[in-house]
């Protein structure tokens, strides 16, 4: 008897996993073309970007990227194949653990690199950025405590609302002792999105703007920033006073992206690539090795590409029978967008440079992780609904 119920045992496992009924079958199939594209497109970006570091091993750096990339589609398949709805009993547990990994960053175990003390390094030239994998996390908790609308109202109840901001503050306030501001400002992007879309009474939203005005107002006049983040914006107005300095990145990822012109000078073929006259081109500044040997074609299919995830984001959250799923889908929506547009912002000379990496398409192992269990979440939601 005992091997037919092994046999029957495996038999439903392997229907769990693949069977008709399974997961895989009910995911957005625009939406995994779409991620898998943009990482086949960021493979070769990150290999031309990487290739002329060191002569014992050009490949080194391609080897690393395409072990996240697995790494983070296994992540994303498990993801996936969990019902949403059973998400909100883990946001909890993953808030926790994101918290503790920040607080672990700002003591001797973190790391420093590029003046950020970020990181926290596990050896074989890996390391782990516990403020990446914070965005899904504050996500799925502020998910669940606005999901729950007052009694006999739409809105959700005051003091889930003020839980809330706080949850978020005590997040911020971690990133920003690091510093980092980029990711501070992605935080905020994600809370403002979920209070939004969660239907607040419009004198909460304008007493969080206030307070986040004001917020930024007392980080500025009293010298909070970082000489070099201040430095950065300064640049940012007046590239040209600074050329040599801190307007040096934007004014060669300019000169990277126009050299492209229309089709591009090939892959391997750009000079500022090969020359690596752009600084951090395979994480922040990636971009330009897309318009500099993939030309405004290349680039352009790059955002139309990112385009399509945000779409097919927004359909998920739309469609979603539930609160607490559309709220995590408008909120990673969001979160790609702001990115999306701050990153490819810098690298054309529209927004200042904040070091926020290209999503789906940066080198950089937490981000594409945690990139990558979002669009799992968007699966998830999305099979969830046809079930």
């Not at 194949?81 to 909100?88: A, K, P, S, T």
């Not at 010298?223 to 914006?233: D, I, S, T």
């Not at 600084?279 to 500099?292: L, R, S, Y």
Request: aromatic share 8%.
């Amino acid at each position: 008897m005992s091997a037919p119920i092994t046999r029957i045992r495996k038999r439903s496992l392997a229907s769990r996993a693949i069977g008709t009924d399974a997961a895989v079958w009910r995911m957005d199939g625009l939406l995994f073309v779409s991620v898998a594209a943009l990482c086949t497109i960021s493979t070769l970006l990150v290999w031309s970007s990487t290739r002329t570091w060191t002569a014992v091993e050009p490949t080194g750096m391609l080897k690393k990227h395409l072990l996240i990339l697995c790494v983070g589609a296994v992540l994303c398949g498990l993801v996936s194949m969990v019902d949403h709805r059973r998400l909100r009993a883990y946001a909890p547990v993953a808030y926790a653990a994101g918290l503790a990994l920040l607080a672990l960053v700002i003591t001797p175990v973190g790391s420093t690199v590029n003046g950020s003390h970020s990181w926290i390094m596990l050896g074989g030239g890996f390391g782990l950025q516990p403020s990446e994998l914070a965005k899904p996390a504050l996500i799925l908790l502020l998910a669940m405590l606005l999901s729950e609308p007052a009694e006999g109202t739409d809105r959700p109840r005051p003091l889930d609302v003020a839980l809330s901001l706080a949850a978020a503050a005590l997040t911020m306030g971690l990133v920003m002792l690091q510093p980092d501001l980029g990711t501070t400002m992605v935080l905020a992007v994600i809370t403002g999105s979920v209070l939004v879309f969660s239907g607040i009474r419009k004198r909460w939203i304008a007493l969080v703007l206030v307070v986040a005005v004001v917020a930024a107002g007392l980080v500025w006049f009293l010298g909070l920033l970082q000489p070099y983040q201040v430095a950065r914006f300064t640049a940012f107005m007046n590239p040209a006073s600074d050329p040599r300095g801190f307007g040096y990145n934007a004014t060669q990822s300019l000169i990277a992206i126009g050299s492209g012109e229309i089709y591009g000078k090939g892959l391997f073929q750009g000079g500022q690539t090969t020359g690596r006259f752009v600084p951090e081109q395979h994480t922040d500044f990636i971009f330009t090795v897309a318009g500099e040997e993939f030309g405004f074609l290349g680039a352009i299919t790059v955002v139309v590409l990112l385009g399509v995830v945000l779409v097919r984001g927004i359909t998920i959250a739309r469609q979603c029978d539930d609160r607490f799923g559309a709220l995590v889908a408008a909120a990673i929506v969001c979160w790609f967008a702001f990115q999306t547009f701050i990153n490819v912002g810098m690298t054309i000379g529209i927004m200042p440079i904040t070091g926020l990496p290209l999503p789906f398409v940066s080198y950089g192992g937490t981000a594409t992780l945690a990139n990558m269990i979002s669009v799992g979440m968007l699966q998830a939601i999305h099979s969830g609904r046809r079930t």
